[in-house]
């Protein structure tokens, strides 16, 4: 999958497309998900073109991966979820069905997640 500048993330991160922005930072951008899957589910997205984990960490400079993770950290306490728990998802390729080719994580959390897998 290759990066297409026009995807709806990177439209975000220019500010083309509105958003309920939770947190931004040098690192990370993050805000609501339109269609949640949780009490809370937060999309985080690095500040760069990067279309998946693998392209972020092979190409991201080890500043902006530290930062990005330490980002994560930081907006899972912001929103609450640091003692009940919570939990991160990243898909990469069509068959965990990545829908937007730009890397990005889900912060999941507000209620017991069950299983990782039915």
Known sequence: MAYDKNNIFAKILRGEIPCKKVHEDEYAFAFEDIVPNAPVHVL????????SLH???AHAP????????????KIAAQLGLEE????IITNHGPDASQSVPHFHVHILGGRPLGKLLP
């Open 62 to 73: 080890r500043e902006l991966v530290c930062g990005f993770f330490d980002s994560v950290t």
């Open 44 to 51: 985080v997205v690095p500040k760069g073109e990067y279309v």
């Open 84 to 87: 009940s728990g919570y939990r």
């Open 55 to 57: 392209d972020f960490a």
